[in-house]
Each structure stands twice: as structure tokens, then as C-alpha cells.
């Protein structure tokens, strides 16, 4: 996808199922999301004990609630309303993200989500840009 | 060895005062906190010159706010700071003024809460630490997703929740000082405008200006300076705590809320039972059943159907944000914290007139701020 940016690439990678860039700590093995990289908030350890790992965007829905009240000072940015997910991903982390579904219809707890790469605007140059959303991950696939 | 606010120095409420909570006006945070300081000091029947210290809990007026409030007052050279920590400002404010007095550094020692609406960023949107949502999520969605939780773990309705601002709106219309003076219907609350989830804009509290101030005083304070006694009311236990690692999914407003309420229960030497009344940080609806169940009220799951029992409207078991909470008297920010300290006191002493709690002996003021901090507080008539 070359013609196409990310929105957060400290955050993802650029794949079709993008993978989450978390990061994990060596000394107690706490996995965390967002990464950083200024100590561990479960044990103390050093950055340098803090290490970067990926974790696949897959999880389930704990909760979701569809915003309608968003102000978006530039106004070129995202229009309310638009949903956001609680997710528990396999791998223990829960994260917060904006779900491909615009609204909570068809949505359930419980719910098997997976990452995607969906527009998101475009930038200075006139390039695609894409952010990672989730969205359900129908029985079928 | 250390030592609890309860082993040292006992220490009393004495004067509190308001400024009413509105919406953003002209008047200044001079006007705002003087007209509260001057309210405490004529309640506890005290001049400023006998203030020993005094603190200040604010959080988006910017630098040195004490002194071009207080100067006013008579400048007498006794110490003053701000405190910030974020929605408890103002209850961080009482319990540093309530350290000064159990420590013995002050007999008479003054908070104050005072705040404006002001676009203030939190410190942690400059750590560079980005999440996938950034400012799409803000505090209504959060509790959005909670409410989400909760209705769907314990097979509840929206109006249960919505219940909550029916009758926060129904104590508030009896507050002279609350934002919001009106009862409202259930109808009326479910008609929105939708906000975020199930929350409509009268489950979210309203954000504006006001100020509140409490007096703290020592026996020896009391007794130098000939103030009423049996209008004094004695902290019982003041906490505070901070959050660690919840892993997975766990709800960490309760939890610290559970941690922190345990361990002023503990230093007060009271149970849930005990309380006459509990003003809490119900910022938005669903924030009251999940913490009176945090606190041990009733059981889990049973916040909703203890609401609409009637046990905590006012003349029931323990009233609830008796003062309208959050949700209707309003949450400037600072002063919030110190306003649930000057509700409590008033309730204790049996002056809250047509929102009286009947018998009301003790009360626990809540509140929690973003970061995330909890700070409780234990009053009780002597």
C-alpha cells in the first residue's frame, strides 16, 4: 500500500490485519498498550528492561458505546457519531479503539473483534491516510 | 511509627461556605472564593487574622491562586499553597488543612476550592505516550462504555441508570447553591440529547464556576476563640490513594474507590452501615451505583434497585448526593470536593432545611479525579 499512510505508525504496522505495537517488560513480564518507554508501571524496571512486542489484533468485545456528542475543532476530523470498543485482546491487554461500525447496531459483548487498516482522510501531499480500527469478526471467516 | 489523621490531634469542622456553582460568568475567582471564605469565617463566627494556614484546591486557574483572593481578607503572612489533583482538588485541599491541625503546625486552618472553565490539558497528553483513541474518548465516553458493562453484566435498562439523575435533580432543586435547581422527570432525562452510550446530557454533570470553603480547628483552636462546639463536626478518617495495575478489563474507578472507602472505614472505625448520608464523585449516573456498591452499600449488581427502593432519597436509610452531587449541584472542578465537606457538615448539624436528612449523625464525602486519585473523607457529629 505505498500510496497510503498511517495515522499512528508508533502504534501499528501497515498490514491488512495490522498488528499492535505494545511493549512488555522483561523483569516481571507485564504486557502493555500504548508502548513507552520510560519505566514499567507494574514493577520499576529500568527502560532498558522494557522490551518492544507486537500482539495481533485479535480479542473480544468487553463494552462499546456509540458517541454522539464530538467536537472536533478542525472539523475536517472524525464526525460524530462513531463507536468506540472496549476490547480484551488474546493476549491479556485491553485497549480502547474506534470500531469500523459506525454505530452499535449488530455489536454484542462478548463479540470476537480484529483489527483493520480504514481511511481516515488524507494528508498535506493528498495521500491515503488509514488508521486501525476494529471491527467484528463475523463466524464465517 | 506512623500515624492516621485519627491518632493525632482530633480534628473538627468549624465554618464552611459557598459560592453558588453556575455557569461561567464575568465574576472573577476573586469574587468566586472571597464571597466563600467569607461565608466559613462568618459560620464559624472567626476573623481572617485567626487563620493559621490555608490551601487552596484548584485546578485550572494557573499559578499562585491563593493570595489574590486572600489579600483580600487583610494580608497576614501566614502560609499558604495551592493543591492540585485533578476533580479532588478540593478535597486535597481540606485533608492538607486537616493534616495541619492533627499535627499540631495550626489550631485554625483554612481550604478553600475555588475554579473556571479553562482548556487546560492534563500533564499526561504531554508524556508522548499516544493511545488509538486520544481526544475521541473523553470522561462521558469512558463512563459510556462502563454503563455499557454494567447494564448488560447485571441485565439492566438505561432509565435504571438514568433514575440516578432523577433524583440527584430532585435534592439539587432544594440546593440554593447547585447549577442545576430543577427536579426532573425520567422522561425528560431519557429525552437527551444523546451524549455518548446510554448517557443523555442530564446524566453528565454540568462544568462551571463556584467556589466552596471549609475551617478546620483544633479543641485548642475551639476553645481559644469561643467557637460553638456543639456545631462542630469531627473528621473521622480522611484517605487518600492513587491506582496500580488492574490487569485485563477490571473497572479501576471502583476498585480504587473499594480500596480507599475500606481504608477510611477501617481509620473511622465505621462500616457502610453506620453512614446517615454519602456525597460521591457522580460525575455521570452510572458513577453512583457503581461506587455506593464499591463501598459496600449493598451488594453487587443492587445499585439500581437500591436507588429505586427510596432507601437513598433523603429520609431514607443514607441519602445519597443529598446536595444534588455532581449531576446537579454541579462540578467546578475545585471547589467540588470542599462543597461535599460543606454539605455534609451542614447535614450533620441538622441545618439543611428542606433537604435535611433526618437524624443524619455520619457522612463520607468521594470524590475521584483523573490520573487516578481518590480521596474519602469521614465526618461525625460529636
Do not use: W
Request: charged share 20%.
Amino acid at each position: 500500500m505505498p500510496d497510503e499512510v498511517l495515522a499512528q505508525p508508533a502504534l501499528y504496522t501497515a498490514n491488512a490485519a495490522p498488528r499492535l505495537k505494545a511493549g512488555r517488560c522483561t523483569k516481571c513480564g507485564y504486557v502493555f498498550f500504548p508502548p513507552q518507554t520510560y519505566g514499567c508501571e507494574s514493577c520499576g524496571a529500568l527502560p532498558d528492561q522494557l522490551e518492544a512486542v507486537e500482539l495481533a489484533g485479535s480479542g473480544k468485545l468487553h463494552s462499546f458505546a456509540t458517541v454522539h456528542h464530538h467536537q472536533d475543532r478542525s472539523g475536517k476530523g472524525l464526525q460524530a457519531p462513531f463507536t468506540v470498543g472496549l476490547i480484551v485482546l488474546d493476549e491479556g491487554p485491553a485497549i480502547r479503539s474506534l470500531l469500523l461500525e459506525r454505530t452499535d447496531e449488530g455489536l454484542r459483548i462478548g463479540d470476537r473483534m480484529h483489527s483493520v487498516l480504514a481511511p481516515a482522510g488524507t494528508d498535506d501531499a493528498g495521500k491515503q491516510i488509514v488508521e486501525l480500527r476494529f471491527t467484528k469478526t463475523e463466524a464465517a471467516r | 511509627m506512623k500515624k492516621t489523621i485519627r491518632e493525632m490531634r482530633p480534628v473538627y469542622v468549624v465554618g464552611i461556605g459557598l459560592h453558588k456553582y453556575q455557569y461561567m460568568s464575568e465574576t472573577t475567582f476573586v469574587t468566586l472564593g472571597l464571597t466563600a471564605v467569607r461565608e466559613a469565617l462568618a459560620d464559624a463566627g472567626i476573623g481572617f487574622r485567626d487563620i493559621e494556614s490555608a490551601y487552596t484546591g484548584t485546578a485550572l486557574l494557573g499559578m499562585a491562586v491563593s493570595r489574590p483572593i486572600l489579600r483580600h481578607l487583610g494580608a497576614s503572612g501566614i502560609p499558604m499553597a495551592q493543591v492540585e489533583n485533578a476533580s479532588a482538588s478540593g478535597s486535597t485541599a481540606f485533608r492538607q488543612a486537616c493534616i495541619d491541625v492533627a499535627s499540631g503546625i495550626s489550631d485554625i486552618a483554612l481550604a478553600i476550592g475555588v475554579d473556571k472553565p479553562a482548556p487546560l490539558a492534563p500533564a499526561a497528553s504531554k508524556a508522548n505516550i499516544r493511545d488509538l483513541v486520544g481526544a475521541r474518548v473523553v470522561p462521558f465516553t469512558h463512563f459510556a462504555l462502563l454503563a455499557n458493562e454494567y447494564m448488560n453484566r447485571y441485565g439492566l435498562k438505561p432509565e435504571q441508570v438514568a433514575a440516578v439523575a432523577v433524583k440527584n435533580n430532585r435534592n439539587g432543586a432544594k440546593n440554593p447553591y447547585a447549577q442545576r435547581q430543577k427536579a426532573v422527570t425520567l422522561e425528560e432525562v431519557m429525552a437527551g440529547p444523546p451524549i455518548s452510550g446510554s448517557l443523555t446530557r442530564l446524566q453528565c454533570c454540568p462544568v462551571g464556576e463556584g467556589a466552596a470553603a471549609v475551617v478546620v480547628a483544633s479543641e485548642e483552636g475551639i476553645a481559644r476563640l469561643g467557637i460553638d462546639r456543639k456545631r462542630a463536626i469531627k473528621v473521622l478518617a480522611s484517605v487518600t490513594r492513587t491506582e496500580h495495575v488492574y490487569r485485563g478489563a477490571k473497572n479501576f474507578d471502583a476498585e480504587l474507590t473499594r480500596e480507599t472507602t475500606a481504608q477510611a472505614y477501617e481509620e473511622a472505625g465505621v462500616g457502610p452501615k453506620a453512614l446517615d448520608l454519602i456525597e460521591l464523585h457522580d460525575a455521570f449516573t452510572i458513577e453512583e451505583l457503581l461506587y455506593v456498591e464499591a463501598m459496600g452499600l449493598c451488594a453487587e449488581g443492587e445499585g439500581a434497585a437500591m436507588i429505586a427502593s427510596g432507601a437513598v432519597d433523603i429520609g431514607g436509610k443514607c441519602a445519597l448526593s443529598a446536595s444534588g452531587g455532581l449531576l446537579a449541584m454541579g462540578h467546578p472542578i475545585g471547589p467540588t470536593g470542599a462543597g461535599q465537606i460543606c454539605e455534609i457538615t451542614r447535614q450533620l448539624r441538622g441545618e439543611a432545611g428542606a433537604r435535611q436528612q433526618p437524624n443524619a449523625r455520619t457522612g463520607l464525602a468521594h470524590m475521584v479525579g483523573i490520573g487516578a486519585v481518590c480521596v474519602v473523607h469521614i465526618l461525625q457529629k460529636s
